[in-house]
């Protein structure tokens, strides 16, 4: 299996623009997640998603975030517009249905800089 | 609250030697899973181990295995015969089944030729 895909693995902006993160979870994986790790505040989950329904935003830090899932293999974040202290590097995860239904599996991540 | 403790910042360890990472928590439940993910200079999250809290068996993967405290809700990740490329950030971290992972704040390992 190809792993978790995410694009793109670099992400340089100016404050204002607005950013859009992909995701492509493993196949057959119902759950995906969304998380943001900065230094000072370690790894946040923003929202995850069953079934291509989102079940729980609260850790989305605002409005500018928005987070769709339009199919099983597919799920992008958008920041509109973006600031600096966005920049993180963020990681999407998918977990499978079943006996190790609770076992993330994370991306490579994308490094977003926002300037 | 449920919390994720990893009291060590940092770490050292000859290659070849042993190491153990420690990580506590802190939770109400009764059946939950605990990780360890280790996080390279790559920044990728690399799935270690994984513990079930329902079983008493220390889970084992090749070098890596754990001491699994239950009733001191401790979790450590002992290392064995470390290295080179086992330096790297490791993250403990905590699951109820609500699929909402909490996080420690990470250990440094660092591993000396």
């Known amino acids: 299996d190809a792993g978790v895909i995410q694009s793109p693995r670099h992400e340089v902006t100016e404050m204002g623009q607005e950013v859009t993160l992909r995701c492509k979870p493993i196949s057959g994986h119902d759950y995906l997640f969304w998380y943001r790790q900065t230094m000072m505040r370690g790894l946040e989950l923003l929202i995850y998603f069953n079934n291509n329904v989102p079940i729980d935003d609260s850790g989305m830090p605002e409005d500018r975030f928005s987070a769709k899932m339009p199919n099983a293999s597919f799920s992008t974040l958008k920041i509109q517009p973006s600031e600096p202290r966005d920049s993180a590097v963020y990681f999407c995860?998918?977990?499978?249905?079943?006996?190790?239904?609770?076992?993330?599996?994370f991306g490579p991540g994308t490094r977003l800089l926002v300037l | 609250a449920q919390t994720v403790t990893q009291s060590q910042p940092e770490m050292s360890v000859q290659e070849a030697e042993t190491v153990t990472l420690s990580c506590t928590y802190d939770?109400?439940?009764?059946?939950?899973?605990l990780f360890w993910y280790k996080q390279p200079p790559s920044r990728q999250m690399i799935l270690v181990i994984r513990q079930e809290a329902y079983k008493q068996q220390n889970a084992t993967e090749n070098r890596f295995s754990v001491n699994f405290q239950k009733a001191a809700k401790s979790f450590s990740l002992k290392i064995s015969d470390s290295q080179l490329g086992d330096a790297a950030m490791y993250f403990c971290?905590?699951?109820?089944?609500?699929?909402?992972?909490?996080f420690g704040t990470g250990t440094r390992l660092k591993v000396l030729a």
């Open positions: 939770t109400s439940e009764s059946d939950y899973y």
């Open positions: 971290a905590f699951t109820s089944g609500t699929y909402k992972y909490i």
């Open positions: 995860a998918s977990s499978a249905g079943g006996h190790h239904q609770e076992t993330q599996y």
